[in-house]
Structures are given as C-alpha cells and as structure tokens.
C-alpha cells in the first residue's frame, strides 16, 4: 500500500492515488487537511486491515534540512520502526544530492539509496559522492519517467557511464525486455534479404521509442557524448522519431512498399495526412534511400561507412 505524507507540495497526495490506480496498487485515500503522523497512525491501522504486507511512506520532499520537517520524519520512523528508511536523489543536482544525504544520514539514519533521473546527462556521478559520504548502499536507479524505468544498481555499469564508456549490459537487458521479439527476427530476415520498406522502419521506430527514444537508448551507448553532439548538428530529436512516425502513417500501402512513387502531388497529400511541411517529407525520403543503400551494402556483406553516425546521413538530415 503507497501513503502520501506530502501535504505541503500541492497535488502530491493526488499525483501518487493516480499513480497507484493506473498501476493497480492499493493506496490510502486521502483525507482533507489531515497531518503527516495523523494519516500516519492511520496508515498503520488500515495495513492492519486490509492484509497490506508491504507498505511505503512517501514523504515531502526536501532539498534542504529543514527542522520541523526532519522532527516530523523522526516521528514517522518511530511510529512505524520501517524495515528501510530510503533516501531518493536526483542524480543531476550533483553535490547538492550529497549534501542532502549527509544531512538525511545523520538526522534519521537511512539505510539505503535510490538515484533518480541517471538517464540524464549527469550519468549518475552523484553516486560516488553518495556512497562515499554516507556509507550506505545505492539500491535502485530511475532511468525514466514511467513507473518500470526502474532497474538495480550495478556500480561498474554507472562506472561505465560516467567515464563514457556506456552500459552496453543494461541496454540489452531492456532491449530483450521492451522489444517484440517476434518483429525483431521478422526484420532481422528481411534486412539480411536487402528488403527494407517504410513499414520496416515504421518497426524501428516504434521499437526504439519503447526503449525511451533516441536519447534513452543513447545513454547507455559507448562515445555517447560523440553521438550527442552529431545529433545536435544535424538536428536530430525525438520529435523528428514522431513526424517520422506521422509521415509513414499518411502514406499507403503501395506508397510504403515503393517510396519511388510518391511524386509532389503524393507529396502534398502526405503533408496534409500527417500535419507537417512538405520539406520534413522530403527530408524522410533522404534519410530512407540512405538507410535503404545502407542495408543493402550490409546485406551483400559490404562496408558501411565510418563513424558512430554515417557522414552521409546526417549530411542529408541536415
């Protein structure tokens, strides 16, 4: 069962009753105007009766020692003598993170650590400062926004990613749990035959955006700094993955299977179906014969060009 003692923040109390109700995990409701111990001591009594076995207290926020607020989770660990008192950090407010975990340490004793948002930039560098100012172990890291952007703490693999060597572990271990796999062997068959359509890349998209898009699937790649900065130049995004993804909807059969085809009038009526300029439609039919000559050297066993993006894609994505 969740609780939300956040009473301060608005619409924190609401934000976690919709979280545990799209997620199909008991909560307590909420009663107006009602104080941390109060709901609490109510808390505990509800456990009791309706058999929670398991049961999180979410507390407000802090990014700061606060005293009455640390009087009140003093009290709350007392009441409820919990098996784990977690701390949760924001990866990328750096020594802010460490400085607030020093404080949390001494104040309430915690006994573990969950870094968020490690999918960021910032990599998770805070985790060393953590782990060296608290002695206490980093459980769990949030990689995301959804509810199963939640992985274990490996620390060689944060290793990696902070010296930008990437976590080429983990990115598997997503992949084979977020991709269909049956669409990954259909298309691994019909790029090794040199047979690549839009539907085909229609696949590749949707399969990279269950992987957190572009920059979710980047963060975990070697060179990824390298990878970042030629996708900056050639203004590559996520939002192009979705009018990518829009243009391809709009076209027909026919015009999927043989881009040839698609001529200015087609064009125009692309443009129109998926609510983007004609420019972005020419720009998808660049990057698709590239990728297209791309496989087909791959599948006759040639080279592909070097580098981490081919120059002659992002030259004609620019």
């Given at each position: 069962m969740l609780v939300s003692l956040d009473v301060y923040r608005p619409a924190a109390q609401e934000q976690l009753k919709i979280l545990s109700e799209s997620n199909n995990i008991n909560h307590l409701p909420i009663v107006e105007n009602q104080m941390p111990i109060d709901i609490t001591k109510r808390a505990m009594?509800?456990?009791n009766l309706n058999g929670s076995d398991i049961v999180i207290f979410d507390t407000?926020?802090?990014?700061?020692?606060d005293l009455p607020m640390m009087s009140?989770?003093?009290?709350?660990?007392?009441?409820?003598?919990?098996?784990?008192?977690i701390l949760v950090v924001d990866s990328l407010t750096g020594q802010i993170a460490a400085n607030v975990a020093k404080e949390f340490n001494s104040a309430v004793d915690i006994t573990s650590i969950i870094l968020t948002r490690v999918d960021g930039d910032g990599r998770g560098g805070?985790?060393?400062?953590?782990k060296q100012i608290t002695g206490k172990p980093i459980k769990y890291i949030g990689v995301g926004e959804k509810i199963d952007d939640f992985e274990l703490f490996h620390p060689d693999r944060i290793a990696n990613r902070i010296l930008g060597m990437g976590d080429v572990v983990s990115l598997v271990e997503k992949a084979s749990q977020d991709l269909d796999q049956?669409?990954?062997?259909?298309?691994?068959e019909e790029l090794k035959k040199g047979f690549f359509t839009m539907d085909t890349y229609l696949s590749q998209l949707r399969q990279m955006k269950k992987m957190g898009g572009m920059e979710g699937v980047m963060s975990m790649?070697?060179?990824?700094?390298?990878?970042?900065?030629?996708?900056?130049n050639s203004s590559i995004d996520e939002h192009m993955l979705t009018e990518n993804e829009a243009i391809i909807l709009s076209m027909t059969k026919e015009e999927k299977e043989n881009p040839k085809i698609i001529s200015g009038s087609r064009r125009k009526r692309i443009s129109s179906g998926a609510g983007v300029e004609v420019s972005k439609i020419n720009k998808?039919?660049?990057?698709?014969?590239?990728?297209?000559?791309?496989?087909?050297?791959?599948s006759q066993g040639k080279k592909i060009p070097s580098g981490t993006i081919p120059n002659e894609i992002l030259n004609q994505l620019k």
């Open positions: 009594n509800a456990a407000a926020g802090r990014t700061q020692l009140e989770i003093k009290q709350v660990k007392e009441m409820t003598k919990p098996a784990e008192t805070a985790a060393l400062s953590m049956e669409k990954i062997k259909k298309t691994e790649l070697p060179g990824v700094n390298k990878v970042k900065a030629q996708m900056e998808l039919l660049k990057q698709f014969r590239m990728m297209s000559d791309m496989m087909k050297r791959m």
